[in-house]
């Protein structure tokens, strides 16, 4: 090998400085700001509520319902795809955890069987997107509809009751109280939602997986010539996202003890938002998880704390507008100077 | 494997998109520490070839024989693992990620159920910039993306790349694009230290004086045809020049 380099050069190396920790982490440090100056707004407007423990309770209550999927929902975009069908897939595997339960009592074989119908959903979008090469938008607009009047057909827009749930041991797995003394009384689901960001983190950052999902979204040709197998990546996140939307239901079944036909509907548009406030690129190819996490912080206090600072619920979208314009303002300036 | 025996023979290769035929019946030989020039004009079926080759594209028909064994490459992992590294046309890099992460792309250095060994990834990273790539420029690190770099710097990671897996093939598909006089240069000299290496290489350029500085032989494709084949002994730079104006203006080459 024909080595240029001369050993003064080398020298030089040794020395060299590259981009600085906080360039580097620039995306996350924008958000993290964000979610402090919103808090000190919050706290501002109302002390009394915010020192106290039971908003965030209330907090760590509902996060999960959502939160798992935007994280999940990260590597989706991260790949420069899209997924609109989550919220009909979260219904459709609800269906089934409450039907399952109703009918045979047993948790872990409702619990299965609705893990099933996420890891189905998220592979026909696998496969629509890359065997049959449809865009993700348009392919799951489809699937959205489809799993979504499924539900309507199997249910015929009647809900189902699952209260005798609470006696189940399995129940307080997922959605038991742990006191840690006096008023602090941490919900499970709350363990589980971290557990599930440490996990997506390093997974992201720190697995060969992540590594290669951070590739495709980059650029899908180099990814290919690599030899990184792009179709099977790609199925392989919307079956992540297919299963988060499962698993998180079971969380809301197992805290309303109700399932309704429109179950998960609503969280198309928050859990998407919490990920592009966090700062994942539409464009693919650049993501953070600790981005998407705090995104979802914010998301999940933004409503309860319009009202605290005194405006009327119908504020909440307008701020929410607001944030996510600025936001995503901020990071496409950046991405310009970068 | 003795020295005699070619290193890569192909035969009737084919590829077809779709009706249209790119390549019609390639018959090539490369031998051990040898560096064959791919030349012709543009859309002439050479990058397609060699996407054949690496097993980005599968052949419509033809076989492949490497180190004398028949090969049908699944995909692009298996050409790696026979030996044969690329350095394509479009460099193969992903812009916003670090150099440490395009290095090792599709084969990452892991330690156990397939997590990174992030250290280990820049350690080897900074060594190859320092030694062979030549990248010593302050203001580049591991860490940086491949975005902010130069068109000969990016090559230079291209082909860093290329060398750091030990091959015993390494293709370059029009390496000099772009660049200065100076990172041609070495990227020239890049290609020669192959032979040196007793390894061979598979190397294209439009640069008539390039190709005929660096390979030993020369193979002339025509749309999607072998049409002349030279040893670099038989040809002088202008007669390469001029066989290439006639091929272009004529359409075929007297041999
Ligand atoms: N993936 C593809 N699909 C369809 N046609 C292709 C594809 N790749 C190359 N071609 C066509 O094959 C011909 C040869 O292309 P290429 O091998 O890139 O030529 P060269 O590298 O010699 O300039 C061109 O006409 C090109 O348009
Ligand atoms: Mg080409």
Redesign the interface.
Known sequence: ?????SSA??Q??E?????SFLW?NRFQIAIIGMLVVLYAIFLIGDWRTYTSFDIYRSFMISIPFFGIMALAATYVVTLGEIDLSFPSIYGLAGWVFSSVYVATASFPLAFLLCLMVGVVGGLINGLLVTKIGIPSIVATIGTMFLWRGLVNVLTQGQGIPIAQITNDPWHALFVGQIPLGGPVVIPAQFLWFLAAAIFFG?FFK????G??V??VG??E?????????VDRVKIACFVILGVSAAFSSVFLLNQMLFFWATTGDGYLLTTLAAVFIGGTSVFG??GTMIGTFVGVLIIASLEPGIIAIGLSGFWTQFVYGLLITISVAIYALMLKRG | MSDAEPLLVLRNIRKSFGRIEVLKGIDLTIGKGEIVALVGDNGAGKSTLIKVITGVHKPSAGEIVFKGEPITLKNVQASRLLGIETVYQERALADQQELWRNIFAGRELTRFLGFLDVKAQKRETGRLMRSGMGLTSRAITVDSEVKGLSGGEKQSVAIGRALYFDADLIILDEPTMGLSLKETERVLAFVRSIREQGKSAIFIDHNIFHVHDTADRFVILDRGRVVGQFHRSELTHQQLVDMMIELHEAGQVAR
């Open positions: 090998m024909t080595s240029v380099a050069k080398d030089a190396a020395t060299q400085h590259g981009p580097r390093v720190r697995h060969r997986f590594g290669h951070l590739f980059d650029d040709q180099s990814a290919r010539m690599m030899g990184i197998h190819g650049k």
